[in-house]
């Protein structure tokens, strides 16, 4: 029996590209939201003795959680085998320690909160960094997939002298592997974050690259703050960057990032 993949809103396009590599089969649950918010869910097939995926990217992971854990629940007492996530990004992996008293430690709490429904995970790139595997936190088998070698393999291809640059320390395990796969040098710059939506970065010598275009890794985006501070750094250092990277810029101002 073929295995069958259950997208949750937004992830339709992902879940029939999964689908046409792996030989699966696809089913859009139904899902809606009563007037007082409360979510109706219904999956009108026969699962029983399947093995499902639920595919749901975890990005503003609030409003996602219900319909998710509901969905998985539902699988379940639906008969099927086995219930795994297919989460391209997995959220609350960064407040993986208590950092001031009584900070909730959310990286094990969603953990917790996830891996009753689940029989298996798998991931993009997790934010790992005091957390050094998923299994720490996630007490189901699970797996986590890295794009750094495609990353590397693209910029080698449409990047002209590539200079690779991670925003902050952090950054360092995915530009490093992706700047060597590009033959690539790579600059990773010093960040100090000045609350949840201000950072600021410190000036960089970047003379030696002058003429390289810098290409821009790190593994998250949420406010956008850390990308645009390091393009105004790149841009005071007159290093020169592509069209490409001036369009992004101007989207993320103009939504506010």
Not at 56 to 74: I, S, V
Not at 130 to 151: C, E, M, Q, T
């Amino acid at each position: 029996m073929t295995p069958l993949l259950i997208p949750l809103p937004g992830n339709d396009a992902i879940s029939a590209a999964l689908a046409r590599q792996m030989g699966a089969g696809v089913s859009v649950p139904e899902i809606r939201h009563f007037p007082d918010g409360e979510t109706y869910l219904r999956l009108d097939l026969d699962l029983h003795g399947r093995s499902v995926a639920l595919v749901c990217t975890l990005d503003r992971p609030d409003a996602k959680l219900l319909p998710l854990l509901f969905a998985a629940r539902t699988v379940h007492e639906l008969g099927a085998a086995s219930v795994g996530l297919v989460a391209p990004y997995l959220a609350y992996m960064r407040q993986d320690s208590r950092f001031h008293p009584g900070e909730a430690v959310t990286a094990a709490q969603f953990a917790s909160l996830l891996s009753p429904h689940f029989d298996w995970l798998v991931t993009v790139d997790p934010h790992l960094h005091r957390i050094h595997a998923l299994s720490a936190v996630y007490d189901i088998p699970n797996k986590a997939a890295h794009a750094a070698a495609l990353i590397g393999s693209w910029i080698a291809t449409h990047v002209a002298l590539p200079l690779l640059v991670g925003p902050d320390s952090e950054s360092v395990q995915w530009v490093s592997e992706a700047a060597h796969l590009a033959q690539a040098p790579v600059v990773t710059l010093r960040k100090t974050r000045l609350g949840d939506n201000d950072v600021a970065t410190e000036e960089a010598d970047l003379s030696q690259w002058a003429g390289r275009t810098p290409v821009l890794v790190d593994d998250i985006i949420s406010t956008g703050h850390t990308m645009l501070e390091t393009m105004r750094v790149l841009e005071r250092a007159q290093m020169a960057y592509s069209r490409t990277a001036r369009s992004m810029r101007s989207r993320a101002v103009r939504r506010g990032s």
